[in-house]
């Protein structure tokens, strides 16, 4: 069967070059580049893909965002490099890789927008990929929403990203070192955050073509249903300083209605159970193969291997499984179905 | 079938009274107070007791935690005072309330430690409730191992129950505005950073007998299954400034084996999907039965009503059911038989 994997990173050779110039002290992403060959390496690449059958990627550019590490002028630079880069690799291998998503200079607003467009317009990108927060911005501030109208206008999805540091909880150097927690939790927690601001500033009534995949399966939001529901029902109820009931009245729905608008990918690290509770919180229809290779203890293969034994193993009919591994993502990306055909 | 709720929370007269008293400006617990007549009305709480069969419940104090409004000594009588308080409730009515769990003062950690003796000892208290941070110092800071290991020595629960600003990260006004954001994803980020914590200072090595209950089923831990297991294994790959690999090391297992010791509670607020991934991560010896009433938004018997309904249809054996109910419970509290034997 056919098997698109949407999520999964790379650091194409023009990019990674620059980045290296550019934030010479960027040294967990330096440590990564020499630790995890596939983000950088092709032939490693095809051999690990080369190993699961109809298995295809879409690329992405691996964290730190770029507007964490560059100044607006660099970022806009190292993202047209990210950008020619994977639409290369999509040239040259279109039966590996059906489709790229883009990464925006998010530091520079415009320079964002018009990427964006060229991405799309010029360069075929699938997708955009924006973080969950923009260099401790969050993800709903004013200037980020022309960017929000353009992808609903272009009908093309949103790949949102965890990265630390939403908002306004920030992870210091202390909270850093104790553990790795600011990776364990901290990214799922700030996903929910960015996609809670999303459902409160009204983004999926404002942009009802808006479409938005979530990384790592909705994050906090399919397991703690209960506190999106009858919760978030109750918004109001804890605060005495502001009357919260008024957001409520201002929606169109329930807050739990807009979390299930989201799309979750099956990335979860071989937890069947988890996949499991996602799958029935956000629907057949809103679940999307991904596996985040090449970060997992083999650097590569097991992510994509775990994933692919869980999704094989969900009690579900074959034409769902179908659409989770690649009728979803063909159907939201909009890929050709002449490549799909190829590669079924 | 019996049913033991163990996690359920009042405020007891002479507590709620001395509360007032010393934070008068504790607004959003003064609007608790009133708009939840079941915290603090006997009568309102024995009738929605009285609608559920076999139902029984173990009382803890509502948030906010003692130490966050009040001062060391002011918060050495209210622990008294509230552990006074239900320790006669459970006195004038065995049969409702089989136990109780103590409230310490966490910002004077000697009254807090002859506080906890006091209550087991003197008053019979089933364990003690702790918050997942301390006026936001970690809740494994040096001076609170001594609780860890008196509880270690007593062979009774720990409680853990969220509460904002763990550790480094606090919530800042801004965030709390941000439509209590900081209660439905702050409050399971901040258990699941305590767990973390627990984990990795090594307490479960340190204190073969600790045992920690956490709210609201092991918080993310169960849903980020992978990102504890894979994920931690490659504790250090993320980070350069330090060699995070000699945790592992320090440890006697895997991360994520240490975070299957501890135990989960049921209250997650109607989540069928989500109970049933807990009880898989957990098992089934792990998990016991709390509703969390009376906050949803029927201000008691919702939460009580749904999470039955969840324990009832779960696709388990009725003596696992029995031991979710109440078996667990009754012998981590240590429980009289023959109360039981009453009840059921």
Redesign the interface.
């Known amino acids: 069967m056919r098997k698109i994997d949407v999520f999964t990173h790379i650091f194409p050779a023009q990019y990674v070059e620059r980045m290296q110039q550019v934030a010479p002290g960027l040294?967990?992403a330096?440590?990564?580049v020499r630790?995890v060959p596939m983000l950088v390496d092709l032939d490693v690449r095809f051999r690990v893909m080369d190993t699961f059958e109809g298995y295809q990627q879409i690329l992405s550019i691996a964290t730190p965002p770029i507007e964490a590490y560059a100044s607006p002028a660099d970022a806009s630079d190292l993202a047209k490099r990210a950008n020619d880069g994977m639409a290369d690799l999509v040239r040259r291998y279109p039966d590996r890789f059906p489709g790229f998503i883009a990464s925006l200079p998010m530091n520079h607003p415009e320079a964002a927008l018009a990427e964006l467009h060229r991405s799309i317009r010029t360069l075929g990108a699938r997708g955009i990929q924006i973080f969950t927060n923009v260099c401790g911005k969050p993800i709903v501030s004013p200037e980020f929403l022309p960017l929000f109208e353009a992808m609903a206008g272009h009908d093309l999805p949103i790949f949102l990203h965890p990265y630390r540091g939403a908002?306004?909880?920030?992870?210091?150097t202390?909270?850093?070192?104790?553990?790795?927690?600011w990776?364990?939790?901290?990214w799922?927690?700030e996903t929910?955050?960015a996609m809670?601001?999303i459902v409160?500033e009204g983004l999926f009534d404002r942009f009802p073509t808006l479409k938005i995949i979530t990384h790592h399966m909705g994050a906090?939001a399919?397991?703690?249903?209960?506190?999106?529901?009858?919760?978030?029902?109750?918004?109001?109820?804890?605060?005495?300083?502001?009357d919260?009931s008024l957001?409520l009245k201002r929606l169109k729905r329930r807050p739990i209605d807009y979390f299930r608008m989201f799309y979750g990918d099956t990335a979860?690290?071989?937890?069947y159970?988890?996949t499991?509770?996602?799958l029935?919180?956000f629907g057949v229809d809103h679940v999307v193969f991904a596996s985040d290779a090449p970060f997992?203890?083999e650097k590569g293969p097991?992510?994509i291997r775990?994933t692919i034994g869980i999704i094989d193993r969900l009690p579900i009919t074959e034409g769902e499984r179908e659409r989770i591994y690649w009728g979803n993502a063909a159907q939201l990306l909009k890929l050709p179905v002449d490549s799909a055909h190829q590669a079924a």
Chains 1, 2 share one sequence.
């Open positions: 040294k967990d330096g440590k990564r630790g908002g306004t909880a920030d992870y210091s202390e909270d850093r070192s104790h553990y790795e927690i990776w364990t939790f901290g799922p927690y929910s955050v809670a601001r409160f906090m399919p397991y703690f249903e209960g506190r999106l529901g009858p919760g978030w029902d109750q918004l109001g109820a804890r605060t005495s300083d502001e919260l957001v979860l690290f071989g937890a159970d988890a499991v509770c996602g029935k919180f997992d203890p097991m992510y775990e």
